[in-house]
């Protein structure tokens, strides 16, 4: 079903429709013409302009986007590995960037899927396919060394699965990557920050380079929010990472090396016989 909105280009629908996660919400976007943001029970899930793909507009999504500037030389085709659909956006942008590039994108909800083509549907000259599955599962069926670029940004009930979180998982994610891939998780948690420090340090586990780029106020454990973790075995072109996220239009901080391992605090490895989800989003988070 649909309910009308009126905003700056006048009367314009808003999709509602029922998927496998919950209430989905197609908005639209009162000051881009073509631009949507998916919304799943309420949550801000996905942001996609259908006339410029290149535009991210929340923050941990630009994040991204400069992770995939930067993996590899300009233009060059990647082939990226994204566990977690939502509105493809990051695909979406990859292929808009990076012209023939091969992409898959693992989304358990199968719905939602059908929602997204039939509503923003995706370029179709651009090569992106689509697997409705578990992430995990999913991950289990791409060949060694295929991906450049692994972007895990899996939400269920505005929470990660807690079978996502553990070093058995991170040992996949390292089996599907190029020997000089990365691997990006969209996190999210709050105060104290337990689950955040419990992911950098199983991936601290099984990755010889990290960094984690976030807005400063969740760094500091002020409020709940994003912040997205790399992992590779080669070195982090943290230097021009930070650079570009600082002058974001929220600008955000990068943490690396030594003080990213004393942020870490000593947190234990998360394994398959611990792992929790991630924390859920205090009330009025995206009220």
């Given amino acids: 079903m649909a ?8 009367t314009v629908e808003t999709v509602t429709a029922p998927v496998d996660g919950g209430l989905a919400e197609l908005v639209p976007d009162r000051e881009r013409p073509r631009a949507w943001t998916l919304l799943i029970d309420g949550a801000p899930q996905s942001h996609v302009d259908l006339d410029d793909p290149a535009h991210l507009s929340f923050a941990y999504q630009r994040i991204l986007g400069h992770v995939a500037d930067l993996v590899a030389p300009a ?30 994108v693992v989304e358990v909800d199968s719905a939602l899927v059908h929602l997204v083509r039939e509503h ?11 697997r409705s599955a578990d992430a995990r599962a999913g991950l289990g069926k791409v060949p060694d060394g295929w991906a450049d670029l692994v972007i895990a940004d899996v939400f269920g009930g505005a929470r990660t699965p807690a ?30 920050l337990a689950h955040l420090r419990g992911q950098i340090a199983t991936a601290a586990s099984l990755f010889g380079h990290l960094a984690l780029a976030a807005d400063p106020t969740v760094l500091r454990g002020r409020r709940f929010g994003n912040a997205v973790l790399l992992a590779s075995d080669r070195e982090l072109p943290v230097p021009e990472l930070t650079r570009r996220i600082a002058g974001d239009p929220h600008p955000g901080r990068v943490e690396h090396g030594r003080a990213l391992r004393d942020f870490t605090g000593g947190a234990a490895v998360v394994t398959d016989a611990n792992a929790k989800p991630s924390p859920p989003p205090p009330a009025g988070t995206f009220s």
């Avoid at 309910?3 to 006048?10: C, E, K, P, S, V």
């Avoid at 060059?76 to 808009?96: D, K, M, N």
């Fill in 3 to 10: 309910r009308n909105r009126r905003g700056g280009r006048g």
């Fill in 75 to 104: 233009h060059r085709p990647l082939r990226v590995l994204h566990l977690g659909g939502g509105a493809f956006t990051l695909a979406r942008y990859v292929a808009a960037t990076r012209p023939r590039s091969t992409q898959q």
């Fill in 120 to 130: 923003l549907p995706p370029d179709p000259q651009a090569r992106i396919k689509v």
């Fill in 163 to 192: 079978h996502l979180t553990s070093a058995e998982f991170l040992t996949e994610v390292r089996r599907v990557l190029a020997p000089d891939g990365c691997y990006a998780a969209n996190l999210a948690d709050g105060p104290p």
